[in-house]
């Protein structure tokens, strides 16, 4: 129960600490949203509690399918302006995005072991 606790409290001050940053300079914060924090933490979690390089492994494969594949998401975002959309439209067009390009690979790409 207390590694529970721990993986709540460590994962939210990271989301915290990088909200916060992105506020005070932006560029750094975008460095930080880039980096693969829930993969890093998943990782390093899943290893701490089960030692299994193989599930890691799978995971990992897994992961590196699907995060090009979510990169529609930050479309309507990066464009907003020109698109005339404010933030809620943007991140709901964002998920849309995401959600079509990540369901058809899972629907029509190849099964992965």
């Known amino acids: 129960m ?3 606790i721990a993986k709540v409290i460590i994962s939210a001050v990271l989301i915290a600490a990088t909200s916060t940053l992105a506020q005070k300079q932006p560029r750094l914060g975008a ?3 880039s980096l693969p924090i829930v993969s890093l933490l998943a990782f390093g979690f899943t290893w701490v509690e089960h030692r299994d ?3 890691i492994s799978r ?3 897994e992961t590196l399918i699907l995060v090009p594949l979510g990169l529609p998401f930050f479309v309507p975002l990066a464009f907003s302006k020109q ?3 404010s933030f ?3 991140f709901g067009l964002g998920i849309v995005l995401a959600s079509a390009t990540i ?3 899972l629907r029509f790409g190849p099964a992965t072991t």
């Open 2 to 4: 207390y590694w529970q």
């Open 31 to 33: 460095l930080l949203l």
């Open 53 to 55: 390089l193989a599930t």
């Open 59 to 61: 995971l990992a494969r």
């Open 83 to 85: 698109l005339g959309l």
């Open 88 to 90: 809620w439209p943007c």
């Open 103 to 105: 369901g058809a690979w």
